[in-house]
């Protein structure tokens, strides 16, 4: 079946514009996690969804990052008014019974964001 | 303090060797799941292997077993014969069950290279 899907895979963007990161999860997937890669590091957890809500936005790091759910499936997460640290690689998982594995999560390929 | 630990920032190895990778954790949670992850340099994040605090034995899959030292808090991966194709950064990541989320905590990856 489809796994979780993310789009754009790639996004240059200069310094001061807003940009729109998507995430498909995989399909009857109920949580759904946002994380940020920045160049050699690990991953960076940045906020979580059950459904449509968000119980934990934590990591998020700073007013200009938001993230919302809809129909307990696609995300979009923005950010306004990017700032040349946030250029990294945003990578999106999500979980759920899949395979018989319960919570593991399963990672999208990433968007590579640069700000110039 | 650090909750994840991986002190090979890089790795080699001989094709058809065996090779571990170190992963170290701090938590106060007695239920906790810890993970391992494959990057291949296209990206994706594998998941490759999964030992719970409460797992008797330590997990294995296929060429990938975990070296599991609970009293050490160390949960290392020991990849059997390796392959040209395990050539990839290495993430240990845990779930402390006390979080809600379940959210992911990494460490800052091993990077294998192997060697023909």
């Known amino acids: 079946g489809a796994g979780v899907s993310q789009s754009p895979s790639n996004k240059v963007t200069e310094k001061g514009k807003d940009v729109e990161l998507r995430c498909d999860p995989i399909?009857?997937?109920?949580?759904l996690y946002w994380y940020r890669q920045s160049l050699g590091q690990g991953l960076e957890f940045l906020i979580y969804?059950?459904?449509?809500?968000?119980?934990?936005k934590s990591g998020l790091p700073s007013d200009r990052f938001s993230a919302e759910r809809t129909g307990g499936s696609v995300s979009t997460l923005t950010i306004q008014r990017t700032q040349q640290e946030d250029s990294a690689v945003y990578l999106c998982?999500?979980?759920?019974?899949?395979?018989?594995?319960?919570?593991?999560?399963?990672f999208g390929p990433g968007t590579r964001l640069t700000v110039t | 303090a650090q909750k994840i630990t991986q002190t090979q920032p890089g790795m080699f190895v001989q094709e058809k060797e065996a090779v571990t990778l170190d992963c170290t954790y701090d938590?106060?949670?007695?239920?906790?799941?810890l993970f391992w992850y494959k990057q291949p340099s296209s990206g994706e994040m594998i998941f490759l292997i999964y030992?719970?605090?409460?797992?008797?034995q330590n997990a294995t899959e296929g060429r990938y077993s975990l070296n599991f030292q609970k009293a050490r808090k160390s949960a290392n991966l020991v990849i059997s014969a390796s392959q040209l194709g395990d050539s990839a950064m290495y993430f240990c990541?845990?779930?402390?069950?006390?979080?809600?989320?379940?959210?992911?905590?990494f460490g800052s990856g091993t990077r294998l290279l192997v060697r023909p």
């Open positions: 998982a999500s979980s759920g019974s899949y395979r018989g594995r319960s919570y593991e999560q399963y």
């Open positions: 399909s009857g997937h109920t949580a």
């Open positions: 969804f059950q459904g449509n809500s968000a119980p934990d």
């Open positions: 938590t106060s949670d007695p239920s906790y799941g």
């Open positions: 030992q719970g605090s409460y797992d008797q």
């Open positions: 990541a845990m779930r402390e069950a006390r979080d809600s989320s379940y959210k992911l905590i």
